[in-house]
């Protein structure tokens, strides 16, 4: 039967998007369910907005469905395997074995074709997010699994320090240490393998020059200049900026060889010209530039912070709901890996995790106000607990966007938990991940504890700022329907 439920709810989805011959390929991140459309024009928004299953529907350069943690993996599965097809590769062009009606969606194409025309405005700045999410989303996994062994070691060390545990006990930090180091030692190789994934180049030539930006080789007294200031470039500088930049540049490069190159030397000379550019541009050019655009957007958000403080906070914790919602997120997941590789841990993941908190907190006071509801509350009692664990888009996209005035209130309790996060100062994350309560490990500097109290703040607010002035009245005497 459950088999059966994902199953329909693939069918479902496949009948509003066109059919599986309108998709080029499909994969699931935390939340959602990701697709590359081939013709926008045979999609209805409207259509799979209203599938009983679906939470929510973000029209970007990929298409977003939001289905909820769990049940997006088990929908995509029954998709790809429907097709014949595995998650993220290319979809076939002649599937036989869909029974769809395409005259009716046909029909339905010049009236979402307008749609579609106002959503994909500013068509460039989403498919650089649809990218970045692309390059950034299959490596989270490796952030949680490492960034928690690394805050059990600090947690041990820390424990060492205070002599509350033995000597012996430290060859096994160590340990721990070494195992989580090896995801961020080498992040930027990880990166440029999946940019040129992305890109459409060899990934093995993206992880080079990822490798290369770690100056791999160059041992005192040999330097290479930087030509902005003629100081000695360091090792890693520009991160995962410059390698973001260099590996998309090395994409049109090795294109452009494979055009013009021969086919009986082009598995020779494209690989190796390709990387002797790349390479030496990557040095010489990407690296000076992406270390001051590096420098500076750290060194601004945390002036920001540091000015601005519980107002920087506020602000931050407020829009940041907005941004998850409109898929605008992901942009700063390398601004998060940027502070991380810098400073040892992110300021911001722990500000703008309030978001969520602040949610819970809204959910809570709908859930309080509105019991009557049992459809609602039953939508709360379902979304509340990945919310609490820091996966927000089940309550925005289930409870409190469809009710308009929670989600603006959530939005307040998000921003006076970013308030209260700013005013102690230094509470950063050492990784990036889920945030709410699964947040807390990843906290630096034995910050855990102002951490919380965000949390908590962020709850209240949400939840006073609902209770007051955030409860519709359609919500409070919404159908009552049994248990």
């Known amino acids: 039967m459950m088999n059966d439920k994902y199953s329909r709810l693939g069918q479902d989805i496949y009948a509003n998007i066109g059919g599986p ?82 005259s009716e969606v046909q029909a339905k194409a010049a009236e979402v074709h307008a749609q579609h025309k106002a959503q994909l405005k500013q068509t460039w700045w989403r498919k650089a997010l649809g990218h970045i999410s692309a390059i950034f989303i299959p490596l989270i996994p490796a952030f949680i699994g490492a960034g928690l062994i690394s805050g059990v070691a600090g947690i041990l060390r820390n424990m060492l320090t205070a002599k509350m545990l033995p000597a012996n006990w430290n060859l096994g930090v160590t340990i721990l240490s070494m195992i989580a180091s090896a995801l961020f030692a080498y992040l930027n190789i990880y990166v440029g393998t999946n940019t040129a994934k992305e890109f459409g180049a060899t990934p093995a030539l993206g992880g080079i020059i990822g490798g290369v930006v770690l100056l791999p080789g160059v041992v005192a007294p040999v330097t290479i200049p930087n030509f902005l200031d003629g100081k000695p470039l360091a090792a890693g500088q520009g991160g995962i900026i410059g390698v973001l930049l260099a590996v998309w540049v090395l994409s049109y490069v090795e294109k452009w060889f494979h055009e013009h190159i021969a086919d009986s030397v082009d598995i020779i000379f494209t690989p190796f010209l390709t990387i002797l550019i790349m390479g030496l541009f990557t040095v010489f050019v990407v690296m000076p530039i992406a270390g001051w655009i590096s420098n500076s957007l750290v060194g601004g958000i945390n002036w920001v912070l540091n000015v601005g403080g519980p107002v920087a906070g506020f602000i931050l914790g407020l829009f940041f709901l907005p941004m998850v919602m409109l898929g605008l997120h992901q942009i700063l997941t390398p601004i998060h890996l940027e502070m991380i590789q810098k400073m040892g841990y992110t300021p911001l993941l722990p500000i703008l995790a309030m978001a969520g908190a602040g949610q819970v907190g809204a959910a809570i006071a709908l859930w309080v106000k509105c019991r009557k509801n049992k459809k609602l509350v039953r939508l709360i009692k379902g979304a509340l607990p990945v919310g609490i664990l820091g996966v927000g888009e089940p309550l925005i996209y289930g409870v409190t966007l469809p009710l308009g005035r929670p989600f603006i209130t959530a939005c307040v309790g998000g921003g006076i938990g970013g308030a209260v996060v700013a005013s102690f100062g230094h509470v950063g994350a050492i990784a990036i991940g889920p945030s709410g309560i699964a947040l807390i490990p990843l906290i630096a500097n034995n910050m855990w504890w102002a951490y919380v109290i965000g949390l908590l703040s962020a709850y209240a607010g949400g939840f006073i700022a609902t209770y007051f002035w955030g409860v519709p009245k359609t919500a409070v005497h919404g159908e009552v329907e049994d248990a």
């Open 21 to 102: 011959n309108n998709v080029e390929s499909l994969y699931h991140c935390m939340t959602r369910l990701r697709i590359k459309i081939r013709d926008d024009s045979k999609v209805d928004i409207a259509g799979l907005k209203a599938i009983d299953g679906v939470l929510g529907v973000v029209s970007a350069d990929t298409l977003e469905i939001v289905l909820g943690s769990g049940v997006n993996a088990k929908v995509a599965q029954s998709m790809v395997s429907q097709v014949g097809v595995k998650e993220n590769e290319e979809f076939p062009t002649n599937v036989s074995n869909y029974q769809a009606e395409k």
